[in-house]
Each structure stands twice: as C-alpha cells, then as structure tokens.
C-alpha cells in the first residue's frame, strides 16, 4: 500500500501566471474602439503608472521558463489506452516524454486599428448585425478576423470601413415602438398628433417597415453619389492609381488619398444602382400596400400626410449621416486637387533651393491653419463651457482644497460661508486669466506665422527679381496655387470638425 501510495503521489502544479487581466482587459477595450499603439500605451502608463508596466515586463522572462518546465508525472497503472492514442494522434512526431501535460499555445491576432483603414471600407450587413447585438458575436468577430486575415481585396477593405459612416445611419426595425414613434413625432410638424393614430401594433410595424426601405434607399443614394465622384476624378487623371508615400505626404503636409483601382469603382456603381434598384420597387410595392391598408384604419390617416411624414422623418434622422457623405466627397476633390498641384510642381524640375523654399512656404501655412483650428475650438470650448481637461483638473484640485478648508471643525457657520466665497472668487478669477493665457498664445503664434510668412514671400520675390531662370514665374504661381488649396482644405476640415467636436457632449439640465 505504501508503495502504491508512493507512486500515485504528483509534484505539486505551480499556478500559471497570465499576467495583468486588468491591464489587458483595459488594452483590449481600447483596440476595440480603433485607437493606435502609441495612444493605448500612453494611456496605460496614465492609468496604472510607468513602474507597474517595467515590472510587468521584467517579471515575465523569469515566470515563463518556470511554467515551460513543469511536468506532470502520472503512474502506468493509471494510464488508459484511448489516453495513450489521444496523446499519438496529437503529435505523432514529438519525442518527448508523451505523459507531460502539455500547455496551450495561443496565437493572439491583433485588433486592427483606423490606421490601416481606407475611406470607405466597411460592409452594410455586418455592421448591422453586429452594431447592436457586440457581445453576443464577440467569438464569432474573433474568429472571422483571424480566418480572413491572410485575405485582401479591394472588395474585403472597402466592406471593413464602411462601419465608419453606417454608424449614423439609423435602424428602424431595431428600437422599440416607443422610440419610433418619439422620432416619428419630433421629425415633422404636429407629429404628436399623427403618432396618436398608431393606436396597434400593427399599424407601428407597417409604417416602422416602410420607414426601413426608405431609409436604405437614401442611404445607398449617398453611396452611388460618392462613387460617382470617384468615377468622375479617376476619368480625368491618367495617373489616378499612383500612390505617394508617408514620408513624402508628411514633408508636404497632405494626406494619402484613398485611391481605388477604375475597374474596381465601376463595380462599385453597378452594385450599389442594382441595390437602389431593387430598394426602389420594394419601396413602391410596400408603401401601396400600406396606402391601401390606411384606408380601413380608424381614426382614419390622410395617405399624402402619412407618405409625407415617413420621407420627412427619413431626411430629419439622416442629416449627420449626410453631412459626412458631403464632407467625404468634399475632400475627395480638396486631395485630389492639393496633390495633383503638387505633381505639376513637381513636373516642372525645380532646383532644390526651390523646393525648400516652397516646403517652408507649405509648412508655414498648415501650421498656421492648424493653430486657427485649435483656437475656434477652444473658443468654442469655453462659450459651451467644457473647458479643456489639464484646466478642469487645475480647477478641480483648488476645489478640493476648498472643501477641506470649509469642512474643519473648527470654522464656525460665517466663517465657513466667508472661506468659501472668497475661494470660488479666486477660482472663478484663475479660470479667467486661463483662458485669456492660452487666447494670447494663440494670437501670438499667428502674428508670428504672418510674419514668417512675408518674410520667405519677399525672399522668393527677390529670387525671382535676381535670378529667373531658377526661380520662374511659373513655379511661384504654382507654389501660391497650392498653398491657397490647403486654406480650402483646411477650412473645409475645420468646419466639419466644429460641427461634430461636441456631438457626444452632455446636456445641461436646469432642473
């Protein structure tokens, strides 16, 4: 019995170390929304602090060799022949000791990020699926992901971004009845009254379903006008398919434009005009079928009013997804037009004092107008008083000083309401000067640009004056062509971006 005893006896399993589930929990949350590597590490170190991740690190290199050498060791009177062919057909080549319990090797396949993603790339009918029901498909996302990684087309890229603009597009079959009928009420005048009509069930998922169809029908009218406009610039470019590098889209301030192949854009327009296609009869046989069945309904609904009411509750709910269509057609033409302004200077063989001069010029101004950018945010930051967070950290952390101040015991009721008059005063009159500190910064940085600006502009003047043979007028005028198309690229991307900088921002609520 001893000896039996002795040979059943295991040594004792050292428990695995997976490391920090908190930290990779929080790096998981932060791929998921898209963010980069340099952002998901920078706040991690602000999170849990720099010290914890060299811990972490230093810590792994001397707990894996450990749990690679653990052995499990299991007597033979113990062992059965089906676990005897399990472990054979498990790796028939391996040599090593065939009862060691053996670890599981995961591949971890990265979440991809926005930056390898194009402009339009993401598909209609998984951002459906999976935008509203995210945690019941978390394996299957996984799964798809590592499966169809090895595979790129035009095709698989450009259904992967589309998620990027369809996350406005609204879902009619998917909120409740009450919701419906709130939006049906608030997009059309007197709405309140037409809802109080949609006494059934029924008669809600009739119009919710015609709502549907024409909510997808306008939606893939944005897509074929956005791929007309890509059909349109491609036709006239003979060098549209070329692509410009990072570095040389960083040392001239401009982007890399999403440029797809022709062949592939004419398919594009003849699958989304087969889609509208179809969307339109099926919008045409369903809203009969609804305007005949409004005709038995009690209280009886005017058909024109009602057909009216679901196109004008359609247009009220797309407009952000429409004001993002208009802005990505917009740049479509500002990129194309700034680079190809570009090629042309470049055409043109131009010395390398030039170039230089000109790289300056270009820099200057996107500088400038980067800055002009960040003062009408902040402008508008403090009009809706959502100030920036180090000032709000600031504010917060003399706050907190005041209420330990006004909580001591032994400050009676007046002197209490004294302290923390006179705290507030000087709060209110800190966040004051703050913000007059960062506007004379900004203004500042402009008056230096400007004049940085005339300078090079009457050097170049003066190139030309003395030499004009390097320094033609042909080259200047271009040189001021592009920089006038970055002020209207520019401002065209300010506008957009104060119209959504505060989209998600909270509401004040008096009461």
Not at 22 to 50: A, C, M, P, V
Not at 399 to 420: A, G, I, M, P, W
Request: charged share 30%; proline share 3%.
């Amino acid at each position: 019995m001893d000896v039996q005893h002795e040979d059943c006896t295991m040594k004792i399993k050292k428990k695995k170390c997976r490391g920090d589930r908190k930290r990779q929990r929080f790096r998981r949350q932060l791929y998921r929304q898209g963010l980069d590597s340099d952002t998901i590490k920078r706040k991690e170190e602000e999170k849990f602090g720099l010290q914890s991740s060299i811990t972490e690190q230093s810590r792994r290199p001397d707990q894996q060799p450990a749990i690679e050498n653990i052995e499990v060791y299991i007597p033979l009177n113990r062992i059965t022949l089906s676990q005897l062919k399990m472990n054979d057909e498990d790796d028939p080549n391996e040599n090593s000791n065939p009862f060691a319990i053996k670890r599981k090797r995961f591949i971890l396949t990265p979440t991809p990020t926005t930056e390898s993603r194009s402009i339009l790339d993401k598909s209609c009918s998984s951002s459906i699926g999976l935008q509203h029901n995210s945690k019941k498909s978390k394996t299957t996302r996984t799964l798809t992901t590592a499966a169809s990684s090895n595979i790129s087309s035009p095709i698989n890229e450009n259904e992967e971004n589309m998620n990027d603009v369809e996350q406005y597009k609204p879902h009619y079959l998917k909120v409740s009845d009450r919701i419906f009928k709130q939006l049906f009420a608030n997009a059309i005048d007197n709405g309140s009254q037409l809802v109080k009509c949609l006494n059934t069930p029924e008669k809600i998922q009739c119009i919710r379903e015609v709502t549907e169809i024409t909510n997808n029908f306008h939606f893939k009218d944005f897509q074929e006008k956005l791929w007309q406009t890509y059909a349109t610039i491609s036709s006239t470019d003979n060098k549209w398919e070329s692509k410009i590098t990072k570095k040389f889209a960083r040392e001239h301030n401009t982007c890399r434009m999403y440029r797809p192949k022709k062949s592939f854009v004419q398919q594009r327009q003849i699958i989304v005009a087969k889609q509208k296609q179809q969307l339109q009869i099926k919008l045409q046989e369903n809203l009969g079928q609804l305007l005949n069945q409004v005709v038995t309904w009690q209280p009886s609904i005017d058909a024109t009013l009602l057909s009216d009411a679901i196109d004008t509750c359609v247009r009220h709910n797309l407009r952000r997804l429409k004001e993002e269509y208009l802005f990505k057609m917009d740049m479509i033409k500002l990129n194309w037009t700034d680079q190809n302004l570009i090629r042309k200077f470049y055409e043109l063989i131009p010395n390398e004092d030039v170039i230089q001069t000109a790289k300056q010029l270009w820099q200057i101004a996107a500088d400038e107008l980067r800055t002009k950018e960040k003062q009408e945010i902040f402008r508008q930051c403090i009009y809706l008083k959502r100030l920036p967070n180090k000032i709000e950290q600031l504010l917060n952390n003399l706050l907190d000083h005041n209420r330990k101040t006004v909580n001591n015991s032994f400050y009676d009721e007046d002197q209490r309401v004294s302290c923390d008059s006179r705290c507030l005063k000087m709060v209110n009159q800190c966040q004051f000067n703050l913000m007059l500190i960062y506007l004379d910064e900004f203004t500042m940085c402009l008056d230096r640009y400007e004049k940085t600006y005339q300078k090079l502009k009457d050097q170049l003047k003066k190139n030309n004056r003395e030499n004009p043979i390097i320094y033609t007028n042909i080259l200047i005028d271009l040189i001021e062509q592009r920089r006038q198309a970055m002020i209207h690229r520019f401002n065209r991307i300010r506008q957009y971006r104060l119209k959504t900088f505060f989209d998600q921002a909270p509401a004040v609520h008096l009461n």
